[in-house]
Structure formats: C-alpha cells, structure tokens
C-alpha cells in the first residue's frame, strides 16, 4: 500500500447540531455499535456527526444489542503499538485501541456506526467563552484510576503539560502550539520545557487552571473553535505524577478505563484485565463485556487472518485491530466461502485519503501538474491495490468524513487517465518535461503499483524513473531530507474529522518539510490562512476553509486518488466488530464474546 503518514455551551443546554453537521461514510456491518444489526456487506449509510449534549455525555454507554459478559478476546496483530504513553500515542490505531485503559476529556460515542462526541471525563464539550479564547471543562464525580484513587483536575493538568517534555515530539503537537499561541512545536517548547519547569504560564498567569479538583480552565492566546475535537485526543489524558515512569510509561500506562494492563511484553504480548474501580455509570463510550483481552504480536498477517477465519485454535475467540486489514490475499477465499465472508467487516477508514503528491518546488509549472492528474491511471492502479475494498476513487483534496465535507471535480477525468488530454497540457508547459522521479517504499504490492504509474507516463511521453527504497530511507529522504524526488504517494488523515487541520497545517508555505510534504505556495492561501485561523466560531472557519480548499486545488499541488477504506476480520464467536468510524480500525472497548 502507499506510505501511510500518521501523522459549547452551558451544560444545561443542546449544542445545536448544525454546528458540525456533515455527510459522514461509515462502516454499518456487524454489530455496529450498540443495537447493531448486519448491513449488507460494502453497503454504507449516509451520516451525521453530531455534538452530544451534557445528556449524552454521563454514561453509561448504550448497550450493545445481543451483548454478554465473560471470556477472553484474543487480538492477533503483526507488530506492537509503537507507544501507549498516552502523550505519545498519534495513530488512529493506537487511538482506538487505547480506549481499553484510557479516558480523555472528550471522546467519540458510536451508536449503530454513528458518532457523537460527547465529554468522556468531562461532564460536556467544554464551555467556550472570550472568543474562544478560554475553554471550562467539569470533570465528572466517580471517576478513579485502577487503585481507587480519584482522577482530578490537576492530573489532566499534568498530562497535558507533558507534552512539551523532550521526547514527547512523536505526539499531537495541539496542545502545546494552541497554549502558547506558537506556529510549531519548535517555537512552543522553547516558552516552556514540562512539568520540570513548574506549571505553564503565559501572560504572567498559568495557562491551565485548576480552581478545585474537578475544574479546568484553559486559557489559550488566540480563539480555538476545535477543542472539543482536540480533546479526544490520547495526548487530552490524565497521568498521575507519582505514577509518571518516564520512559516506562510507554509500556504499561496507568489505567482510568474498563481495563487494566497486566502485563505487556513489548513486540511479543500484552494481557488487559477488568479495571475494577471503572464505572460504567461514567463513561458513555465504552463497555466491559469481557474479562480479559489478549494481544499476541508478530503473526503474520496473512497466518492471523487464516486463523480468525477458520476458526483455528483460539481464531474463532479473536479479531484483529491492525490498521492494513485483512491481507489481500484472503479476499478472494473470504469472497468465495459464504461463512468466512460473514466475518469480514469493511467499511471506510476514518478520514484517511490517499493522493500522488508533487513535489511543487522540483515540479513547480501548474501545467505539468495538471498532465499529471489527467495521465493517472486510478483504476488500474486501485486494482493492484485489492479493487475497490482498497477505498473509493477520489476527487477533493479532503475526505467525505470531514464535517461540511463539498463534492466537487475540478478537472474531471476518466478513472483510467485521458492521455490525450495529458499531452495537451504537455505541449502547455514552460519548458519541456521528459523526466521525472516517483519514490516508493519497496514491497511487491508498490513495486506493481510503481510500473502501472511508469507505464501510463510513458504512454504521455515521460520517463518515470522509479526508485524503490527501504521505509526507514523512504521517511528520512522524502520528509526529512533533501526528498530529490518529483512524486510519491501517501496515506494521511486530519487528526478529527473537521478542516481545522487540513489545509492549515499542510499546505502553509511557511511550514516545514514534515508538514507541507509538497512544498506548496501560493502567497494569497498563506494570507487566507493566517486571517481564518483568527475565526473563532467553528461553523464559520468550517466553511471558509472548505472554500479555501479549491483555491488550493486549482494548483493541482496533489493528484486525489482514494478516500481510504479497509476490511477486517473476526471469529466467528466475536460480536460487536465494527470499523470504527473515526478510528478506522475495529474498535476493542465494544466487543463481546456470543458464548463466554
């Protein structure tokens, strides 16, 4: 697959869902969420994200229908998450899948496949005031870590204030960047150090209150429309500085969720058990169904997928929670066996899109950009991917996850590529373009997707010379280095499904390499950007910013080719498997053994 980057109001009262309303497609197959009935498999619905009300944020959870306690789910995956710190944790995976042990301030409620946000910790979304320059959040009474002590105020203080410690560079940068009012971490980290430092203060006063052990109060520089979606973040967790082990943190994180980690044996096992101090009556997110979940580690994907769907040892008690899915090549024994095609869950990946990036800088002439887009073959290429299971073929820069998400085609094309008009624009160009590079991370399924490319660009009279490289190589040269390439392709995703963190933080020329990939700019977007980041109410920079993205389109600096899907598999005695519908990924905290 191409390199995957991974990168309110008064309690009282409704937060008006036009606020986020949006077209959302989701996975509704097996179980999905609580009341769950079977779709049809590849059918989806369409949806809306809606903000919950104080209501809906007190818990417990809805019920998943058919649900019962008892048993052991075993979660086979190839490879350990790279952390569980929860300040580090930056993979929709790891997300979903670290909702077993941890709670954040808000988080998403998924119902028949449905979200809603809604507070986790938090009595609501937090209480914006000042423009969005201050955020109020109330804790909720009872909630306990996994002795018994409560959970307050100044440990999500605390966590929070981790962030900016050496070393938590790996995680969102949000927090940091929006309290200190900084463009980049960089800039953040040099105003403050972490909890070494004492507490965060800016403008002489601490930018994160703690009034009394249940109130937050955050103070931020400049107005903030999404914190409530930047609270659902793992980095928005609580941690107990007694418990703070430093580096050993990252492998067994102290639990406030149902669950608690027993033991974790880095790249080879991890146990979870029931978190007796959790209270469901709290938390409307998650459920404790079973007692224990096992994760096994280093099973190739192809061998776990077999024996989850033949049932094989413990494979009718297990799932899988990795975000590459079923190994395509058990696509076409599940599509041919009625059985194992029931236990294939699918449905879209979060709103994670998949584009050939250009290299603006090395391919700086806006009508060689555009031959590019009309000579890509998305269809063949998709085909080399696993068909249309690979994703939806696409044509705006961000996904119809996003909240206010707009269809648009602004140079429409055959799936297959126009060569003919390729060409047209060819003869367009400043100076001529015979040659180009296209970088990959080398695997059997790039190397073919690198000679579809190869082929239709000759077709156009370019010589795409393909250079294959190890994945360590593909992160360091094309994002960290020099990147001597003119295209690649990559998988990414916004952090929550609105555009707040789409076009600011990729596309920005003032941006670094990391950030803006394609090296974009274009001085009227920077000014646009600059002047929406200062729109405080979330509707209206919602708006702007989905109008902004044509504007950038127009350039062509990317060529849109998939909004990402995914399939995954579970036992057959696993129930409440679903992809979940920010995530991406089956979601553990919803899952039940059918005979315990």
Known sequence: MPRTNRRPHPAARAVPAILVSAALLCSCSAGAGAGGAKAEHGKEAKLSALLGTAQDSAGPAPAVSGARSGGTVHILNPTDAPHLDPQKVYSGETFNTSLLWGRQLTQYQVVDGKPKLVGDLATDLGRPSDGGR??????????????????????????????????????????????????????????????????????????????????????????????????????????????????????????????????????????????????????PIRHQYVDRFEFIFGKKAVNSGQEILTGRGDGADSTSTDRDGLAPELFAEAERDPKKKDLVVGGRRGAYTTALRIKNTRVPDPAVRKAIHYLFPRRQIRQVLGGPRAGDLATTLSSPAVAGWRAYDLYPVAPTGDIAKAKEYLRKAKKPVTRLTYAYESTPVNDRVAQVLADAFREAGIELVRKPLSEAAFFDQVFRGPAPYDLWMNTTSVNWPTAGTLLPESFHSELDALSNETRYRNPHVDRELERIAGIGDLRNKTAELLELEQTVMKDVPVVPFLNARTAQAHGANVGGAFIHPIYGTISPAWLYLKKA
Not at 165 to 175: C, I, K, M, N, T
Not at 232 to 247: I, M
């Open 134 to 283: 201050t955020w109020t959040f109330t804790l909720k009474k009872g909630i306990a870590w996994e002795d018994g002590k409560p959970v307050t105020a100044a440990h999500v203080k605390y966590g929070i204030e981790r962030t900016f410690a050496p070393g938590f560079e790996v995680g969102p940068s949000y927090w940091p960047m929006w309290l200190t009012g900084s463009d980049d971490l960089t800039a953040a980290v040099k105003k403050y150090r972490g909890p070494k430092d004492g507490h965060l203060k800016v403008g002489g006063r601490d930018a994160i209150e703690t009034p009394d052990d249940r109130t937050l109060v955050f103070h931020f520089p400049k107005p903030q429309s999404d914190v409530s979606f930047m609270a659902t973040q793992s980095a928005s967790s609580p941690v107990r500085p007694d418990k703070d082990t430093g580096t050993r943190y990252d492998v067994k994180p102290f639990a406030t969720g149902p669950y608690r980690i027993v033991e974790h044996r880095q790249n080879h096992s991890m146990t979870l058990e029931r978190n007796p101090h959790w209270k469901a009556e709290t938390d």
